[in-house]
């Protein structure tokens, strides 16, 4: 009786993994950009955003942006999850991300810029301001084109609407939005 129950046990299990490999075969892995990060590349940068990733909304939020992007031509990374200055004296853990195109004539539609197949979508460089250098940050604002400004404001507002809070002064840095009290 009881090696029977272990060989049912093991033909459940065996029938488990088969039906999840049959799956696995069939699930579209979407396609990554040429230089973007690999599936492996982006699920070590995920496991390394674990804390800041365990909150629910976050990562609902995250993965809502990517199937968003991915149907506009374009694919959303997390390139990491640094802390950067939030305000004063205050540090956080932001979710650091990139758009990278996939579909050019479809990406054409929602952003400004040159756009490629595979390359970054165009939002100027990533600047790291401390404190002495805001006001330095904010005229070199001024020196960014109407394409890169335009870019920043569109990942702003598509993260915006899933909930995602805008670091200022970062646009690559996005945080949970603010949960409501009861």
């Known amino acids: 009786m009881k090696v029977t129950l272990v060989a049912q046990k093991s033909m459940k299990q065996q029938v488990s993994v088969m039906l999840l490999s049959a799956a696995l075969v069939y699930l579209p892995f979407p396609v990554a950009a040429e230089g973007a990060q690999t599936y492996w590349e982006e699920r070590q940068v995920l496991m390394d955003c674990a804390a ?83 006001q330095t940050l904010a005229v070199a604002q001024d020196d960014i084109s109407p394409d890169v400004e335009f870019n920043r404001q569109w990942l702003k507002e598509v993260m915006q609407a899933q909930g995602l809070r805008a670091v200022s002064g970062h646009w690559w840095a996005f945080l949970p939005g603010q949960t409501k009290k009861h």
């Open 52 to 134: 800041l990733l365990q909150q629910t909304s976050m990562y609902r939020a995250f993965q809502l942006v990517k199937v968003r992007l991915q149907a506009q031509g374009m694919q959303l990374q997390a390139q990491g999850c640094p802390f950067v200055r939030t305000g004063f004296g205050d540090m956080q853990q932001v979710l650091d991300v990139r758009v990278w195109v996939v579909d050019s004539e479809i990406a054409s539609q929602y952003v400004r810029g040159p756009l490629a197949d595979g390359e970054a979508v165009d939002m100027g460089d990533v600047q790291l301001a401390l404190p002495i250098a805001l």
